[in-house]
């Protein structure tokens, strides 16, 4: 992983959350600074602000302190039942804050823990349905599909698949991230 992730793989971090959490996306705002996802889990009516700091305040790179006052007092002004801050990183007052807030931290250093599993479900569910929506089906056997043509990858979605199987032998959690983020760009661009 690098050591500095830039604004747009702090969105894709938090499309990731969103997808493995199986929540709902029902609004996406953009502004300035900042991306704010409105999600809700899958038969709730609860609603979570996940907001993404692309460009902190600071020189040094901190979320601060005052970031977090904002977002609280947002999340009560607006009713919400949940905040999730995603950042690069975040100043000791920052984090202090959340915490006392109930906010969940995600940054460069702090994740969410997801079980492999999980993870690896959602990996195979964005593939069917990408295999569905790019070719009209969803491959019974290897042999039906046709991303894999005279030992080359014709299709990022079964390269992706592919290495995401490998990924799951090995246990490695990170790079199934990546390959979930990977299959959820390639989504946006299939369903735009």
Do not use: Q
């Amino acid at each position: 992983m690098t050591d500095k992730l830039s604004g747009e793989e702090l969105v894709r971090k938090a499309e990731v959350i969103s997808a493995v959490r199986d929540y709902e996306s029902t609004r996406t705002r953009m502004k300035e600074r900042r991306v704010d996802f409105t999600v809700s889990p899958v038969g709730s009516d609860n609603k979570i602000l996940i907001r993404v700091i692309t460009e902190p305040e600071t020189r040094s790179g901190y979320v601060s302190v005052d970031a977090v006052r904002e977002m609280s007092e947002f999340l009560e002004r607006r009713n919400y039942d949940k905040g999730i801050l995603v950042g690069r990183r975040f100043t000791e007052a920052a984090k202090s804050e959340m915490r006392r807030e109930g906010i969940e931290i995600v940054s460069e250093r702090i994740s969410p823990r997801f079980k492999l599993e999980r993870l690896y479900l959602v990996v195979s569910g964005c593939v069917e349905n990408l295999c569905r929506a790019k070719c009209g089906l969803v491959p019974k056997e290897e042999a039906d599909c046709k991303g894999f043509v005279d030992g080359r990858y014709v299709c990022d979605v079964r390269l992706i698949s592919d290495n995401a199987g490998f990924h799951f032998e090995r246990g490695w959690v990170g790079f199934l991230e990546r390959d979930l983020a990977k299959l959820l760009a390639i989504e946006k661009t299939v369903n735009s």
